[in-house]
């Protein structure tokens, strides 16, 4: 019998360890990777059932990486395992096309439930979440109504990520395969659209919206 085939995405090696020995007796699982873009790289690459990706990783985020992966691959199914129980990331998340949303606390208890439910054609949402959720408009109050999501493109969020994780213009140009001026007008652009005036106060709207994690 074929098992299913899952890649996970977390930057937290002892999680990742536990999550190994959760997943591994029923599923296969492929690779294990700890950034947003070797994320969508091997995704794409070896085309899995199932993404397991937290919401907050380096270089690119866990939705950005959805956002990226999915037009492309729509037969993947992507499950968020993530420590963010705000209904606005749950929205966003869905927004890009997840089919799980789980709290890294319950994974002991959801994880395979949810993989399984995502395979099946269905939706898994914590129990605590999906709580939420039904007393918000859904997308109402995501994060695209006060976020990066109405008034960002997808470049755009990529810089401020990238910004915010404190990447010189140089670096940035080099991950994004751009020129430094084009980095520096998206910068420019995002600061011009947030009205925002520092790198400092930019730092700090990508921890608020969940673009990075706190240091």
Known sequence: MVR???LLADDHQILVEGLRS????????????EDG??????????MPDVVVA???MPLLNGIEAARQILPKAPKIRVVFLTMHADVAYANEAFRAGAS??????SAAGELV???????????????????AMMNDTFGRKGLNQSGPGVRLTSRQREVLQLVAEGRTIKEIAAILKLSPKTVEFHKYRVMEQLSIRSTA????????HGIVSPA
């Open 201 to 208: 106060e930019l730092t700090q709207y990508a921890v608020k």
């Open 54 to 56: 937290d919401v907050s």
């Open 113 to 131: 439930a949810a993989i399984r439910e995502a395979l099946n054609g269905g939706v898994y949402v914590t129990p605590s979440v999906a709580s």
């Open 100 to 105: 799980g949303y789980i709290l890294k606390r």
């Open 37 to 46: 873009r070797e994320l969508v790289e091997r995704a794409l690459a070896l």
């Open 4 to 6: 299913p085939r899952v």
């Open 22 to 33: 959760l997943l591994e007796p029923e599923f296969d699982l492929l690779e294990t990777v």
